[in-house]
Nanobody, 121 residues
Framework: QVQLVESGGGLVQAGGSLGLSCAAS????????MGWYRQAPGKQRELVAL???????NYADSVKGRFTISRGNAKNTASLQMNSLQPEDTAVYYC???????????????WGQGTQVTVSS
């Protein structure tokens, strides 16, 4: 069993900054990649940013230059620093991790419960 716990988020004015954190715990053998997705009301869930276990990153075009994803030294945590936030960034943000558990050699994706980010104009 793997759990992802997110923290951060909240309400901020346009142009402001927020940080999100995610910690993975449980029967983890290794984590291949961690990332963040978001889902706005009435829209599909979309990729925000991903980071691999060797530090390679991938960002949605809409957040490039504004958001930065990073992994903790323990490699089971990930953070998303969001700057220059805009109302269109308003969404529920979900942490995800591609995890190999102790019980199996297969990689599976796990998700956090989501945290709300609201940007007011």
């Amino acid at each position: 069993q793997v759990q992802l716990v997110e923290s951060g988020g909240g309400l901020v004015q346009a142009g402001g900054s927020l940080g999100l954190s995610c910690a993975a715990s449980g029967s983890i053998l290794s984590i291949n990649a961690m990332g963040w997705y978001r889902q706005a009301p009435g829209k599909q869930r979309e990729l925000v940013a991903l980071i691999t276990n060797v530090g390679s990153t991938n960002y949605a075009d809409s957040v490039k230059g504004r958001f930065t994803i990073s992994r903790g030294n323990a490699k089971n945590t990930a953070s998303l620093q969001m700057n220059s936030l805009q109302p269109e960034d308003t969404a529920v943000y979900y942490c995800t991790a591609n995890v190999r558990t102790i019980a199996t050699t297969a990689l599976n994706d796990y998700w956090g419960q989501g945290t709300q980010v609201t940007v007011s104009s």
